[in-house]
């Protein structure tokens, strides 16, 4: 990878893809104050509104060296933030994709970050969830079940854990809620992703490498290969045939410590060999069998990222040249 | 302005500046599925919560023109997505500052986008607001007071608008959620950011145009110069001092045909005639005055959103000359 060398872009832009205007009525107006010093006034809240768009920016190089742009899809509770710097402040995935000659567009999933979300029970149905810290802890495996304390110097996180202990709280900002049940809806956004985009390259991570492997069953034709790390969950097996893509799936350290990422784990293997029996390339990377240990849930943000995106960056070159021949 | 030459950047990232940790406890547990074909999990909201925080996009170029970096402060109800990628598709201020030979930090200010939001009424005290299409094609003078229509084609806008009324719809989709009274909480965190960056010169619109007159007022020594687009407030007198940097306060049209807007440019206008007194450098550009008709409160999306980036550029790079003396 070149390393520090500046990065020559054509375009930084944004764009929403999907949504539709819901009109509410009957609602009571509200007298409120909307800035400082201005006098109260009436906020009515019947009328249009916009739901379930995505918002989308994009990164164009002046010179990429990949015909296809790479697609990052964060998790649940996470927003494109997740592949900028990392929390520790070192250039995150994003940077190392666009110094690697690819085009990037980094999406917040719909009812996370820019792309809104829409009242309830008026339009969503009900409240959304907050991840503590505690729960996250654990979730992400830092350390073992329990190990988490309010007080940072009290926590136990795996001895030799790769995401920086130090940089978990900087990192507890970037979280937003999110609900559950809108898996529709998000993944209609998706589609018009990779309508409006074409043919492309995804990277999705735990519930968006769910999404990842989700979407390339739907449209084989436009992702070219994808990408999922630490998948939260995997489609049918009833949707594979041998026209689609190769499929890359890691897997960090200590999901035997933890039982729900014992299952999601077990769902996704079996998924790839499925693949992998119909004649699909597919393929897993276990960081521990592979001679790192202690990756958590983020690969993208732990000490070693720099060399798992290399990684990365190698198969995704390597599945574009077999794509476009 | 260079137009369409590339951008050579040294660094894109972002980081979160504020917020501090709440420890909840005593709500109940919850049963919820989290992910596709994932069984349902106790979900606990209690623990340790971050609000408060704010996120900031930075982009540093690698031969930046001007010593002090851009920090662009977005309004009520929107993200620093309004900077980006105007809704019908042009370059927006983001790119022409870049392109100037200005490094830029954009941030979605506290409680929106990027930024997360808190629970409530456990963290928050309540609800937020939700700005419909009805009152915003108002409120952001796109047309006279009532000629809104679901109906994209019936709707009527002043037949001199800037903004292009077709791509309203577009940028609905920008829109985010608002709370009212976060005021103390928004500012702490402006101060963060600018305690992180030093010297910087600040162009805010409608209510970041309000903080960024506040900021200045309270920090002077690192504030060089500001912009402020429609505020929609500004700060008590008694804190004007002459050792305030030069203001800038731009209006766009049709400010006389709705009431909201005069007051808020009555305050404004008074505040920046207070500042003259005390001699601080503060000019008002009234866009009708300078022979550019139909701008709406979207000045920097509105179809000459170049020519008004070129003004706001010359002042902001005279203002920097100026202040590095």
Not at 28 to 52: C, K, M, S, Y
Not at 203 to 213: D, I, N, R
Request: charged share 20%.
């Amino acid at each position: 990878m070149p390393g520090t060398d500046a990065m020559k872009l054509r375009k930084i832009g944004s764009f929403f893809v999907g949504g539709r205007t819901v009109t509410l009525d009957g609602l009571p107006v509200e007298q409120r104050r909307l800035a400082i010093g201005a006098a109260p006034r009436p906020v009515d809240p019947n009328g249009d509104h916009v739901t379930g768009q995505m918002y989308v920016q994009e990164f164009r190089l002046a010179e990429p060296r990949c015909p296809y742009p790479v697609l990052f899809w964060h998790g649940g509770g996470m927003t494109g933030v997740n592949w900028e710097t990392t929390p520790d402040g070192r250039p995150g995935w994003l940077t190392r994709f666009l110094e690697a000659g690819f085009d990037v567009l980094v999406s917040d999933a719909v009812e996370r970050g820019r792309s809104s979300w829409s009242m309830y029970p008026q339009i969503y149905e009900g409240a959304p969830l907050f991840r503590t810290k505690n729960e996250a802890w654990d979730m992400f495996r830092m350390g073992p079940p329990g190990s988490y304390a309010t007080d940072a110097a009290a926590r136990r996180p795996w001895p030799e854990v790769q995401f920086p202990p130090e940089a978990f709280d900087a990192f507890a900002a970037q979280w937003v809620p999110r609900w559950v049940g809108h898996e529709a809806m998000t993944e209609a956004a998706y589609g018009a992703l990779l309508a409006r985009v074409g043919p492309c390259l995804v990277v999705g991570h735990s519930q968006g490498g769910g999404f990842a492997l989700q979407m390339t069953q739907r449209y084989p034709d436009l992702i070219r290969g994808v990408v999922a790390l630490e998948p939260s969950g995997a489609p049918d097996t009833a949707g594979i045939s041998d026209a689609l893509p190769p499929h890359l799936v890691l897997w960090g350290d200590h999901i035997a410590d933890h039982p729900v990422w014992t299952r999601y784990r077990g769902a996704v293997d079996a998924y790839v060999s499925a693949l992998a029996a119909q004649g699909v390339p597919a393929r897993i990377l276990d960081m521990p069998q592979e001679g790192m240990a202690g990756n958590t849930h983020f690969l993208m943000m732990d000490r070693n990222s720099d060399a798992l995106a290399g990684r990365v960056i190698d198969w995704l070159a390597a599945a574009a040249e077999a794509a476009a021949r």
